[in-house]
């Protein structure tokens, strides 16, 4: 592993990388696509417009997916140019983009929890978590990535290592900023997971208060419980595989001088098979995870086939579906006063016998 003690601002592109940053410009690109589609659909179409959660989800994650599919498409046309046109690569220009792509992975990562957080105290406290708490979460499960990459690019005494992307990477040399790293991780894999838990534990709080009460609304929300749970764990199978790579890859770099994983590889070949399988997996999920938690849904999915000509719209369902808004004390006040009603008039019917 090369270390350069003297900042290099630009470097000759490492030609290795091309058929990669191809692959990362194609998928990120068309990612872009299906994130617009359901933007548009989810601010002017009733079926979302009847489901208020879904709604604000799909909008929120529909735009933070279009963010990280451009800043992926950046990252991919920063080493492209400089390779079209024989030019110098930018190294901390691409160093930068590539921070803000993964800041907005970990924001990605973290927005469902979040959602889901509040959405739970609507439910079933009546009213939404304190937005100052919600704050403060989102504070601390997205605090160890910008202590990463920030800190790394203001690092007053830096190493440049070499980069298969931008050539050299610029690396801070103060320990808690690697340590860091680790958190980082951590919370990629963790908030997913702990916003599909707090998903599971809404829905169920939801029917042991039976507050839905006919059959056709208990579907209604089977189908919006997994449609939300997709949203909430489809990054740990598509970016899990990755992360878990990225991290032994670090290790290997910072302890060991080697890539643990591909090494025996890149003995062989100038291209990394395994880190292409994970690349078309890992892009091609910001242009199909909002596509693959909505589709559940009956109607969606009919709004689906019809805008792809694949269903004519007389076959869709017909059925309206009402918004559904839940409140205890509603609940709570109607069966006081169906009790206070009941005991009157047996009295009056004891009164008359």
């Not at 998903?199 to 059959?215: D, E, G, P, W």
């Not at 006040?333 to 009790?339: A, H, I, L, P, T």
Request: positive net charge.
């Amino acid at each position: 592993m090369e270390e350069l003690f003297k900042p290099k601002y630009f470097a000759p592109v490492n030609l290795a990388y091309y058929p990669t940053a191809l692959e990362i410009f194609i998928l990120s690109f068309f990612s872009i696509f299906p994130n617009i589609y359901f933007l548009y659909k989810a601010l002017t179409n009733d079926r979302f417009t009847k489901r208020p959660m879904l709604k604000m989800t799909v909008i929120i994650l529909s735009i933070e997916y279009m963010i990280a599919s451009i800043h992926a498409v950046a990252t991919a046309l920063i080493y492209l140019v400089p390779y079209y046109f024989d030019l110098p690569i930018s190294v901390m220009g691409c160093a930068w983009i590539r921070s803000f792509f993964y800041i907005t992975l970990q924001i990605v990562f973290s927005t469902p929890f979040i959602i889901y957080i509040d959405r739970h105290f609507k439910i079933i406290r009546n009213k939404g978590c304190n937005p100052t708490i919600l704050a403060t979460i989102a504070l601390i499960i997205n605090l160890p990535a910008i202590v990463f990459h920030f800190g790394h690019k203001f690092d007053s005494h830096p190493v440049y290592i070499a980069d298969e992307v931008c050539t050299y990477q610029h690396f801070s040399t103060n320990p808690y900023i690697h340590k860091s790293q680790y958190l980082m991780m951590f919370t990629l894999v963790a908030a997913p997971i702990f916003a599909g838990l707090m998903n599971v534990y809404t829905f169920y709080a939801l029917h042991a208060q039976n507050k839905v009460a006919s059959q056709r609304r208990i579907k209604e929300q089977k189908q919006l419980f997994i449609a939300l749970t997709v949203q909430s764990v489809f990054p740990v199978f598509s970016y899990g595989p990755s992360v878990a790579t990225g991290i032994l890859y670090s290790i290997g770099k910072f302890y060991f001088q080697k890539d643990l994983i591909l090494f025996h590889v890149a003995k062989t070949s100038e291209s990394w098979p395994i880190w292409k399988y994970l690349n078309a997996i890992f892009y091609s999920s910001m242009g199909v995870c909002v596509l693959l938690s909505v589709i559940f849904i009956k109607d969606i999915r009919e709004m689906i086939l019809i805008d792809m000509r694949l269903m004519k719209p007389e076959l869709a369902t017909k059925t309206p579906i009402t918004v559904i808004t839940v409140s205890a004390n509603m609940n709570l006040n109607s069966q006081r006063r169906v009790s206070n009603k009941v005991p009157s008039v047996k009295k009056a019917n004891h009164t008359v016998m």
